[in-house]
Each structure stands twice: as structure tokens, then as C-alpha cells.
């Protein structure tokens, strides 16, 4: 296996993350002129620039530190920073040592798998070793002891400790006016001894060109140097037995990179540079030349990914020539040509020349968490192409040798996968195991089987069929990475274009990188893995800019409103939407559809599983309910609905049906109203506009003859009702103080004699509880009183509490017990009324509800009410006890609808927008 491998190169891009997290945290030492006394085997270097400024900025204020702390390791170094900054406040000789500008920490393997660090502080003038013994000294006084012995002549101090929980044994000296501390007899051992040879970690090639780079920039809070000859052993601590040599081998990826440290209150930036030797090849100089690429593999990747890692190269013939140059270099170029070879010979393919000329510029490796059932994550490998024809060209031509070779027909190694109804894919089985390891380096080595699937101008490898179905689904619903709000944060804090990019989610890296990392390293980080999940994302990035190779690392926090709730299908809309969704029925199939409109005005039919069937702009925001009717009479349903100025009657396929739309004579004052007095499909379609007139159309959008109604005595703004009892007819409207209940030609039926201020949000409910002559309208009042509206003409009212305009009202048996309760909600706070007034509950939300209560009916006994937190990004479902229903509240931002989508019933689906664009499914048992 060559070096330029998955497991090393991994870890070594994403680990760095958390071992610079940890030695950032551990407890800051300070060296000035003596690098000298860092030995030269340090895998890390860490240059601090001023002690007190990075513990404020790097710890107390940092939302990173403050989730860590909460594992028992972070916490017993939160303790000792503590324990320093106390010293630093409170004790002028630590503060004198601590002050001494800049200081170091490094970091050694020293076998038996651990890391030890090294701290290396400048003495200042006003100390010198007694002082220093001194203080140290009276620091463990009863709490251990001080012994010293001689080392290369130098005396080397030695504190064994009574309580090691909190803080280890360490050893100490001081030589040429430096002050050596390390929990490592071992390490200080060498510091001294390279210290009395006059060694220095300076003459490494390398390492004074990013000190000098470093210097430049000592106003940041730190600076890092890393050595990538020794930081694979470090990793090496990390890994599985089996893993260790490989992980020890790859030494090659360069020689020196240094960070500079920017610590924000919700991030940790890290960007410097990559120090490229001019005498030797190593992975990162395949990049030098290569100019850097907007990522675009996140455009198909599935939301769910936890990790992934993408190359990108401008000229790919160039790299494919570097790499290859590397491989000699490394002395396995022969055992990469052979295999090579014995496939091309196998099949009579030129393998790689194939792949290399469909190639565009992008190939990235990735682990998909997304598969909770049995806990798998599954790896895909992704090329760009540069044409979707070429590329389907050139590998059916591949299948088909592969064919003739193994005498099995084509269809051997093609499967269709049918999405819905109406939109199909064709899934194809390469049967060469590792092709993309044997092809473009052990690195992608990771893929065993190759199902292939071509979407737009992405090649996509997996491991199954079904992998791929998922990620299929999940493209086409543009559930993709780039829509993750985690990943977006990410992508926002590092450069638009990469060579090299690695991201990882840290909630899901036990799972991802479960079978490379050692059990109790996955153990603990299962453990904590709601901690790293707040932490969020790492990643890591190296581009190239003038000659020059620059790094970013970044560590994100999450967001407060970073979480997400399990959905059945998200469904991606161009902008937000403030619409509630509404089921509809496919007459085809007499399958349940989704129609909604967003923000920008473009209305959307989306199919059961979440594809969007089509989408029409309109000019305008539809301000009514959604009406099929069956216009030709012939079994087909359109959709009929209003916008402020025009009346729309759209069919399924997304297309005006003739006449329309229809311009209206006024601005409708509110949306339009549908009736179909006798089930005969003879509509009438009633529009209260600002002219105070209310129309009546046909269904041809023309006005209707015999409506005799005049005009209302102020604006109408609540849409028209119709409600019949008996054999009798009831048009229901209202304006401003009047109540109008007419007959179909908008003749008077019912005189309503007392006038009232009816609030403005809400509408009638008729109630006809009793005998039939009792029959009544319900409504409320500006100040919500209650009214009671015969249809004789009698009016009765009462007040539960003083409200304001902008309540809402809503009458309806909660309880199921045959009688209406009168619900009202106004700002944040939910109350509901049994019918003889008494108050049965209520609820307080941590915000103004702006959003009209929706009532569900589920059963004869079995009433909920929905309520939207827009602010919040929440939605509740509140039984008719007054509890939340359970698994409430979830992710939403609109009004929502509950129904089914699948005609065989089963599960409710839950249908709501969400202010990331998306539409969601959720499933309700």
C-alpha cells in the first residue's frame, strides 16, 4: 500500500483539529531565544504570545472550551489553567515567568504510545533558580516532595506529588537562563542534551522559514508549528494496532507548516502556510502548481455526510505526472504500474487514461452517517466529469469488456431505480473491487464494491445499490450538503477555493472513523458525542496562491438554533416560504400531492416522495385557501385560487387554463371563496374587493348575473362563508361594524340589526348544537366578547377576558364531548374555555404567536390545536389536555397541515416550511 493513503492522511488533515485543541489548552509554557532547548523530534510547537490575553480569549470566552470542559479530561485541564491564571493574578514570581515574552510548548512521542509536552520559559531578570525552587517549593508544601539529580551536568529537579488527579508528577531545570518544565523525565532529558551539543530544532529544513513567516504576524494569539515528519507518530497514539505502522509511514506530506492562533467566541481559526522543500516531492508539493477550485461535490453529497475529503487540481494531467513522480520517489510507483497494467491486459482497457480524460478538476472521498438503522456508515467516492454523455460513453465501453470478458449480458450489470411514477435512474455494477484505490492512490482505497450512478456531470461510486437509492432521494429533494446550516458555517469561515479540503462533523466522528480509531478513544467519544456535536465541524483546507502552499483549520461551534428533528423527506424551495402547505389530490393516481408557494412567488406540486413535479412564477402572493374543481366535468381537478388583483385556475401540469388568469375589477380586500351549493360542479366563486363590492364569478371567470347584492359599508376583510341549514342557503360576511347574511342572490335573509366592531382576524363559526331554529354564528368582538348571532336576528353576548383587535378566535369541540370550546390566543399566551365558561387550560410560549391556531380532528375524541413559533423556528401540537404532544415541538416556520400522503393511511404526515427553504415531511404515529 503507498503512502498516499485514506487512514494517514485523514487523520493527519482532521485530527490536528483536536490535538491542537488540546495542546492550545494544556497548561501554556513560555521559551523566548531557546528553541534551542526544543527538541528536535517536537511533532507540535506552539509559540504563545501573551500567556494572559490567550487563556481570557482561548478559554473564558470561548464557547468551544466551555462544551469541552464538560469531559472529565478538558475539565481537569480547565482546573490547571485555572490553577496558572490564579498564580499569574496573585503571585508576582509566576506572573514574572509567565509574562516572559513569547513562550513554547511542545509536543514529543515517547513511545508506549503517549504524547508528552515540553515547556520551555525565558527567565526574566528578576528570577533565578532559588527563586524559582522557592516558588515551587512553597507551591506543593505538604502536598509532595522535591528531589534533584544531575544530568550532563545540569541539575534536574524532580516533583512527585501525593494527589496526581488534577496534576502528574513533572520534572524541571534551568540552564542558560531558561526554565524547563515537562511531565516527561524523557523529554526534558533531551532538551537538556541538545541544549549542552548546541543542536537546534531551527536547522531543520524548513522550520526558520515558518518562524520567520510567524513573526511577522505576532499579534495573533498564538502561532503553531507543525512538523509532518514526526506527526504521524503522535497520530499513531490514536489509532488501532493495525493501523500503526501505516499511519507512522506517512512522514512524506511535507516537513514544516505553521497557524497562526484567532480565537472567536464560537470559533477557532488557525491559517498559515506549508513549507514546500525544493530538493524533494512530497504530497503537498503535488498542489504547488495547481491552481485552486471552488468545490462543488457538495452540491450532490447527501446532508447527511460526517465527513469527506475532495482534491482538486487545475491540470489534471500534471498531477496524475506529480503523483507519480512521488510514487518513484517513494519507491512504489512499479507495484502501482503493474496493477494498472494486469487490469488494462484483463480487460482490454486503458483504465486510467479513460478516467483521466472524463475527469474535471474534483474527486472526493466521503463517510455517510446517514444510515441509523444499523449504525453503517458507507463510504462514496464522487468525480466531476466533464460531460455526462462522454463519461456514460466511455464507461458502458468498459462494462461492455467487462461483459465479453466475464460472457455475461450487459444487463448483468444494470439495475433501474424508480424514484416515483414518473422519473427513473440507471444504476450500473463495475465488478472490480478497490478500482478507485488501484486508479487514483490508496487514499480512495476505502471503496471495496463500485455501483455507479451518473447524476448531471457527477460520477458517483458506492459500496450498494441502495446506498446510492439514498443518495439519489436525497438529491433530488436537494437534501444535499450544501444545504446543511452545520456545513454552511463552515464553508463561511474558510476560502472559496481549495486544493486539498477535509470536514468532518464531530458529533458523528465515533461512527465515522470507528474501525481506524482506538476502542477507547471511540468509547470516550461516544460518550461525550452530544459535546463534540455542539462543538460541530471541523475541517481543514490547503490551497496554493503564487508558489506558495497557504493552510486554514477551522473548529466551529453550533449555533443555538443549529439542531435539526428527523424528517421523512426535505423538500428544497428557491427561497423561504410564510405558506401552509396544502394536500392535494392527483386525479391520475388518487395519490395526495403538495402544493405551496414561497416568498419569490413561484408556486410548487410536489409528489408524495418530496420531488418537485413542477413550478410556475406568479406575480404576486396567493391570499386564499387552494381549490380543485373539475372544470371540464370530465373526472380532472384543477387548482383555482386568488392573488390581490387576479384569479388563477392552474391544472396539474403547471398550465393556465384558457381565460385565465382573471383580472379582477378591484384589489381584492381579502382572498376568494369557492361554493358548490349542490354538488353538481356549478361554482360560485365570491371576492370581497376594496371597491367594497363582493363579485360573484363562474367558474369561466365571468361575472355572474342575478348576484343583486350592493355594497358593503366599509372593507370587507375576512374571506366570504356559506353555511346551509336545512334546505336554506347562508352567505356570511362582515365589514367593519355590519354582519351581512344573505341568500344566493344577495337578498337579505337574516337582518342583523345590532352593529359591532368584529375582529378583524377572525371568521364565523356556524353552531347548531340544539334544535335547528337555534342555529347560530359565532364570532368575536375587537375587545373579544363573545357573540351569538341567530339566524333570526337575536343576539346574545358574553366576555370570558378582555382582549385586544389582534386576537384570534376559534369555537370547536376540543374535548370531544359534543360541546365547542372557545379558544382564543393573543401574544404568547394559549387559553381555552370549556362551554359553560370555566377555564379548562392554558399555555404561555416564550414568544408573540403571530399565526392564526389551527384545529385537528383526528378522531371523535382525539382534538389537537397547532401553533407556530416563527421566531423560535418551532411548531407545537397541544392535545386537548393542554400538554404538548410528544416529540413536539419540531423544526418549522410556517403554518402547517397534517394528513395523509399515502392513500393505504398508516402514519400522518406533517407538512411544514422551514426558514432554511426547505419543505418538510414529518411522519406522526
Known amino acids: 500500500m503507498n503512502r498516499w493513503n485514506l487512514l494517514p492522511f485523514i487523520l493527519i488533515t482532521g485530527l490536528t483539529a483536536i490535538i491542537v485543541t488540546l495542546i492550545l489548552i494544556l497548561k501554556p509554557g513560555v521559551t523566548s531565544e531557546p528553541l534551542k532547548a526544543v527538541p ?66 511542545s509536543a514529543h512521542f515517547t513511545g508506549k504510545e503517549r504524547i508528552s509536552f515540553m515547556h520551555v520559559y525565558r527567565l526574566p531578570g528578576k528570577l533565578n533558580e532559588k527563586k524559582i525552587n522557592d516558588m515551587i517549593h512553597g507551591l506543593i508544601i505538604n502536598q509532595g516532595t522535591v528531589n534533584s ?26 540552564i542558560s537562563g531558561n526554565f524547563l518544565l515537562s511531565f516527561s523525565s524523557i523529554v526534558l532529558e533531551d532538551a537538556i542534551r541538545q541544549l549542552v551539543s548546541d543542536e537546534s530544532i531551527v536547522r531543520q529544513k524548513g522550520f526558520q522559514e515558518m518562524f520567520d513567516a510567524a513573526l511577522k ?8 508549528f507543525i512538523n509532518f515528519r514526526e506527526l504521524p507518530r503522535s497520530f499513531s497514539t490514536l489509532v488501532r494496532p493495525e493501523f500503526k505502522a501505516e499511519v507512522r509511514s506517512f512522514n512524506t506530506f511535507s516537513d514544516w507548516g505553521e497557524l497562526d ?3 472567536l467566541s464560537d470559533a477557532l481559526l488557525l491559517n498559515g502556510f506549508v513549507h514546500i522543500a525544493d530538493s524533494s516531492i512530497t504530497a503537498a508539493s503535488l498542489f504547488v502548481n495547481q491552481n485552486p477550485q471552488k468545490i462543488t461535490a457538495d452540491e450532490v453529497l447527501p446532508a447527511t455526510v460526517s465527513a469527506f475529503l475532495t482534491l482538486s487540481f487545475s491540470d489534471v494531467n500534471k498531477y496524475f505526472n506529480d503523483y507519480h513522480e512521488y510514487l518513484r520517489e517513494l519507491g512504489q510507483f512499479t507495484g502501482y504500474s503493474n496493477t494498472i497494467r494486469s487490469l488494462d491486459n484483463t480487460y482490454d482497457v486503458e483504465f486510467l487514461n479513460v478516467f483521466k480524460e472524463i475527469l474535471d478538476q474534483e474527486i472526493t472521498f466521503a463517510f455517510d452517517a446517514g444510515n441509523a438503522k444499523n449504525d453503517a456508515v458507507e ?12 463519461a456514460e460513453e466511455k464507461l458502458t465501453g468498459i462494462l461492455n469488456n467487462i461483459a465479453s470478458v466475464e460472457s455475461k449480458p450487459m444487463d448483468a450489470y444494470t439495475f433501474r431505480y424508480r424514484f416515483d411514477n414518473e422519473l427513473s435512474f440507471t444504476i450500473h455494477h463495475l465488478p472490480i473491487k478497490k478500482l478507485a484505490g488501484k486508479l487514483f492512490g490508496s487514499l480512495f482505497a476505502g471503496l471495496d464494491e463500485h455501483f455507479y450512478v451518473l447524476l448531471d456531470n457527477y460520477l458517483i461510486f458506492a459500496s450498494s445499490r441502495e446506498v446510492l437509492q439514498d443518495l439519489i432521494a436525497s438529491y433530488i429533494l436537494n437534501k444535499t450538503l450544501v444545504t446543511d446550516r452545520a456545513y454552511q458555517d463552515f464553508k463561511s469561515g474558510i476560502s472559496s477555493r481549495s486544493n486539498i479540503c477535509f470536514y468532518c462533523k464531530l458529533g458523528e466522528g465515533h461512527r465515522t472513523f470507528a474501525k481506524y480509531l482506538n476502542p477507547g478513544l471511540v468509547k470516550k467519544w461516544d460518550t461525550y458525542k452530544q459535546v463534540f456535536g455542539n462543538v460541530q465541524v471541523m475541517g481543514f483546507q490547503l490551497y496554493s496562491n503564487d508558489g506558495m502552499l497557504y493552510n486554514n483549520l477551522l473548529v466551529k461551534h453550533l449555533s443555538s438554533s443549529g439542531a435539526a428533528s428527523p424528517t421523512v423527506w426535505e423538500s428544497k424551495l428557491d427561497t423561504l416560504t410564510d405558506f401552509k402547505p396544502i394536500f392535494v389530490l392527483n386525479h391520475n393516481t388518487n395519490q395526495k400531492e403538495i402544493f405551496v408557494q414561497d416568498l419569490s412567488h413561484n408556486i410548487y406540486l410536489i409528489n408524495q416522495v418530496g420531488r418537485i413535479l413542477w413550478k410556475v412564477r406568479l406575480n404576486e402572493k396567493i391570499n386564499s385557501e387552494i381549490y380543485q374543481i373539475d372544470y371540464y366535468n370530465n373526472g380532472k381537478l384543477q387548482f383555482m385560487f386568488s392573488t390581490a388583483t387576479q384569479l388563477y385556475l392552474i391544472d396539474r401540469n403547471g398550465n393556465f387554463v384558457e381565460k385565465y388568469p382573471v383580472k379582477l375589477r378591484s384589489p381584492a380586500s381579502c382572498g376568494m371563496s369557492l361554493f358548490d351549493y349542490d354538488n353538481n360542479r356549478n361554482y360560485r366563486i365570491f371576492i370581497p374587493c376594496e371597491d367594497r363590492q363582493v363579485y360573484v364569478y363562474d367558474k369561466e371567470g365571468t361575472l355572474v348575473s342575478g348576484w343583486d347584492f350592493g355594497k358593503t359599508e366599509s372593507i370587507v376583510n375576512q374571506p366570504v362563508q356559506h353555511f346551509k341549514v336545512l334546505d336554506r342557503d347562508y352567505i356570511v360576511f362582515g365589514d367593519g361594524l355590519r354582519t351581512y347574511i344573505l341568500d344566493r342572490r344577495g337578498n337579505i335573509r337574516t337582518n342583523v340589526t345590532t352593529y359591532f366592531q368584529k375582529s378583524a382576524a377572525n371568521r364565523y363559526f356556524l353552531d347548531v348544537s340544539g334544535r335547528t331554529a337555534d342555529a347560530r354564528l359565532v364570532t368575536t368582538d375587537t375587545a373579544g366578547t363573545v357573540y351569538f348571532i341567530y339566524l333570526d336576528g337575536r343576539i346574545n353576548t358574553f366576555e370570558l377576558a378582555p382582549y385586544s383587535n389582534g386576537h384570534f378566535f376559534e369555537y370547536q369541540d376540543l374535548n370531544g364531548d359534543g360541546s365547542r370550546e372557545y379558544i382564543f390566543l393573543e401574544d404568547n399566551i394559549l387559553t381555552v374555555y370549556l362551554n359553560d365558561k370555566k377555564k379548562m387550560f392554558e399555555i404561555v410560549f416564550r414568544e408573540e404567536i403571530n399565526d392564526r391556531p389551527t384545529y385537528y380532528a383526528f378522531s371523535a375524541t382525539d382534538r389537537r390545536i397547532g401553533i407556530v413559533a416563527r421566531n423560535d423556528d418551532l411548531i407545537y401540537l397541544i392535545d386537548n389536555n393542554g400538554t404538548i404532544h410528544r416529540n ?18 398508516g402514519a400522518f404526515n406533517l407538512l411544514v416550511g422551514s426558514r432554511n427553504h426547505f419543505l418538510y415531511n414529518y411522519q406522526l404515529n
Do not use: C, H
Not at 45 to 73: A, H, R, Y
Open 40 to 105: 528536535a523530534d517536537a511533532s507540535v510547537i506552539i509559540k504563545i504570545n501573551d500567556f494572559q490575553g490567550f487563556v481570557q480569549e482561548s478559554m473564558v470566552k470561548s464557547s468551544i472550551w466551555n462544551e469541552l470542559k464538560i469531559i472529565p479530561e478538558f475539565n481537569r485541564l480547565d482546573k490547571q489553567i485555572q490553577f496558572l491564571d490564579s498564580l499569574y493574578r496573585n503571585m508576582p514570581e509566576a506572573r514574572n515567568l509567565l509574562q516572559a515574552q513569547p513562550s513554547y510548548i
Open 149 to 174: 539529580r544531575k544530568y550532563e551536568g545540569v541539575t534536574v529537579y524532580e516533583v512527585n506529588l501525593l494527589n496526581q488527579q488534577q496534576l502528574g508528577n513533572f520534572s524541571y531545570a534551568i
Open 217 to 224: 504576524n505576532a499579534s495573533v494569539d498564538a502561532n503553531i
Open 261 to 263: 492562533v484567532n480565537t
Open 379 to 390: 463510504t462514496l467516492f464522487i468525480m466531476r466529469v466533464k460531460s455526462q454523455a462522454l
Open 888 to 905: 413536539f415541538p419540531l423544526q418549522g416556520n410556517t403554518p402547517f397541515s397534517i394528513g395523509y400522503l399515502d392513500s393505504s393511511g
